[in-house]
């Protein structure tokens, strides 16, 4: 699905790490994806980042999927 840049969210990998560059201002490659919980854990269980990102390995999403739950919570206006 298509959408524009501004409904999407860039990540990138940092030492193996899966991070969210809100700002879309990180340097390296960068992958765009929709911030919903549907749309990502699609994208990792496919593995996507993996290969958008061009890493050998795979990535530790650990702290991305704290911030996806947290920024979850601010957009339905939980706390």
């Known amino acids: 699905m298509r959408a524009p840049r501004a409904a999407l969210l860039r ?13 879309a201002v990180m340097p390296g490659r960068g992958a765009w994806v929709h911030p919903t919980p549907e749309c990502i854990g699609t994208a990792l269980t ?8 061009r890493v050998p390995g795979p990535l530790d999403t650990q702290t991305f ?5 947290s920024y979850g919570n601010q957009v339905n206006g939980s706390k």
């Open 46 to 53: 496919r593995r996507a980042f993996v290969r958008a990102l």
């Open 11 to 23: 990540v990138v990998v940092i030492d193996s790490e899966l991070v969210p560059d809100e700002r």
């Open 65 to 69: 999927e704290k911030w996806l739950s």
